[in-house]
Nanobody, 121 residues
Framework: QLQASGGGLVQAGDSLRLSCTASGGTLSSYGMGWFRQVPGKEREFVAVITWITYTTYYADSVKGRFTISRDNAKNTVYLQMNNLKPEDTAVYYC????????????????WGQGTLVTVSS
């Protein structure tokens, strides 16, 4: 089970760090991704970190502002979000995937419940 946390209401230019913690299992052998969804829109890829080399990939819209990282000892994945913009407002979900990394929602095996990030202008 994945538990996402750390969302909140911030102003444009502020930072937030989201956390995703696994219970009942280990994240060490999973690629981990963050996705986000605005009501009425499709869920979209934000960032992913692989499970072997810790290679990271980002959506163009967040590149240079967001950083995904993982701490397998704590069974936790993070999404550091800097210089937040109003268009970053969304519910953020973490997800776990066995095997090769993916930016495709449907290839993920497990999902957290989501945490809301609201960025005011």
């Amino acid at each position: 089970q994945l538990q996402a946390s750390g969302g909140g209401l911030v102003q444009a230019g502020d930072s937030l760090r989201l956390s995703c913690t696994a219970s009942g299992g280990t994240l060490s052998s999973y690629g981990m991704g963050w996705f986000r969804q605005v009501p009425g829109k499709e869920r979209e890829f934000v960032a992913v970190i692989t499970w072997i080399t810790y290679t990271t990939y980002y959506a163009d819209s967040v590149k240079g502002r967001f950083t995904i990282s993982r701490d397998n000892a704590k069974n936790t994945v993070y999404l550091q979000m800097n210089n937040l913009k109003p268009e970053d407002t969304a519910v953020y979900y973490c997800a776990a995937k066995r095997g090769a990394y993916s930016t495709t929602i449907y290839q993920y095996d497990y999902w957290g419940q989501g945490t809301l990030v609201t960025v005011s202008s």
